[in-house]
């Protein structure tokens, strides 16, 4: 193993951090969180060869993004629906009310539009880095947060709109 | 929302919020905010959103790492399912996953690296099943578990592979009964049992064609219940039960012994 695979690997692992609050956000729950963490590390280590450089955080959020989208794919394929968006539902009260609050809403957000308002306020990336990730021009990535927070919005202030995926 | 000839544009309130303005256009936005209280209240309402999100999960990043993440152990993993037979592997896995335990509440150790996540999925609709179930009273099963033999007969022809259902006396578990529910490829079957004090643990059973693997460990959101999951022979198996660690072992350890030593052969 030369020096050069160490140093990936401890970028890698550097990340990991980061990749488990953003993959917990995304999908709001610990489980399923982790296992995507856990494909998001094997996938890129298996494709060291594939990364050119630049900006490996970014890279990592692309690969954890796109195969949160398979996994959405794949789950809408099936009959039985999980319950990921509920899990976060039931009735705890206290302290956790607000968090609460803002998981249930985040829940209402198309996908893609969740994915770009995490990676902005949780995950700190700037506008250009989420149009990498996404694969989108800047100005889509500020559509994508304007609606966003429209939503989160409109369903805090207790509006709730009809949600736009039941899932 | 905002006037076209407005000196701001709408995507400078949002990069004002996100720290993304340069200094000049950061003190300009705070002096327009100032006279527009609709916009900045606005703008507050997004500030305060953040900080929910950040609230909620920012602390994720700060939490010790499950061994699941070492990557060492996770390359190695992936790379010896193939060469190595699954038994050998789930045995070691067993004796690892009940005796180093430890971690932050996650103790599945072997043969889990390379697992897609549809094991994932499984646990999931477990979970779902179990807390679905367990709550009821009166109707938690459909078959009650004095009719055993009837249970076999009907889970295992509906399943398509012969059932051979755990008995735990000895951990002081009655069977309550089963029923069928969905599953990933067909159907799926779920035990219940109780004991003495009313806790109660259900074993979830479904044909998969996710590879095999070793016990996995799982807390579901909100703590209460956790779950160990494990492939073995094209079935995929889920104990659930409370969020007690010691106890989820124990009646695991019961379980698998039982199914996957006596068989639970294919039909």
């Known amino acids: 193993m030369g020096g050069g695979l160490a140093t990936f690997r401890q970028q890698v692992e550097a ?59 794949s789950l809408a394929r099936r009959p039985i629906l999980s319950s990921i968006d509920d899990n976060d539902a039931p009735d705890l009260a206290g302290p956790e009310g607000g968090g609460r609050d803002i998981a249930r809403a985040l829940a209402t957000l198309v ?16 506008y250009r880095e989420v149009a990498e990730v996404q694969a989108i021009p800047i100005g889509t990535v500020m559509s994508r947060l304007a609606r966003a927070r429209a939503q989160i919005k409109s369903y805090l202030d207790g509006e709730r709109p009809t949600l736009r995926r039941v899932k | 929302m905002i006037d076209p000839n407005s000196p701001v544009h709408e995507d400078e309130l949002h990069a004002f919020v996100d720290g993304q303005l340069p200094a000049d256009r950061r003190e300009a936005v705070a002096a327009w905010l100032a006279e527009h209280p609709e916009q900045a209240a606005e703008v507050a309402a997004w500030q305060a959103q953040a900080e929910a ?132 490829t067909g159907a799926a079957a779920m035990y219940m049992y109780e004991g003495p004090t009313g806790e109660r643990f259900t074993l979830y059973c479904a044909k ?38 010691a106890r989820l072992e124990q009646v695991t350890k019961a379980i698998y012994d039982q199914v996957n030593k006596d068989g639970w052969k294919k039909s």
């Open chain 2, 208 to 245: 998969t064609t996710t590879p095999e693997s070793a016990l996995r460990f799982r807390e579901a959101a909100g703590d209460r219940f956790a779950a160990v999951t494990w492939v073995s022979e094209k079935a995929a198996y889920v104990v659930s039960g409370p969020a007690e660690r």
């Open chain 1, 111 to 126: 996908d893609e539009q969740r994915e770009a308002l995490l990676l902005v306020v949780l995950e700190g990336l700037s």
């Open chain 2, 53 to 184: 999100i950040r609230a909620r999960y920012g602390a994720v990043a700060g939490e010790a790492l499950p061994t699941r993440f070492n990557l060492d152990q996770l390359m190695r993993d992936s790379g010896t399912r193939a060469r190595r037979p699954w038994r050998t592997m789930a045995a070691a896995a067993v004796i690892a996953a009940f005796v180093v335990g430890g971690g932050a509440g996650w103790m599945a150790r072997g043969a889990t690296a390379a697992v897609p996540t549809t094991t994932g999925s499984i646990t999931a609709d477990a979970l779902e099943a179990h807390e679905l179930y367990v709550v009821e009273v009166r109707h938690p099963v459909e078959v009650p578990g004095n009719e055993r033999d009837h249970m076999t007969q009907w889970l295992s022809k509906r399943l398509g592979y012969a059932q051979r259902i755990p008995d735990l006396q000895t951990l002081g578990l009655k069977l309550i009964g089963g029923r069928l529910l969905p599953g990933p």
């Open chain 1, 15 to 73: 990340t990991i951090p980061a990749l488990r609050r953003y993959a917990r956000a995304l999908t709001r729950d610990g489980d399923v969180a982790d296992d995507l963490v856990q494909d998001t590390l094997l996938r890129a280590l298996r494709s060291e060869h594939l990364f050119h450089g630049g900006e490996l955080r970014s890279w990592m959020y692309t690969i954890l993004t796109n195969l949160n989208r398979n996994r959405l794919r």
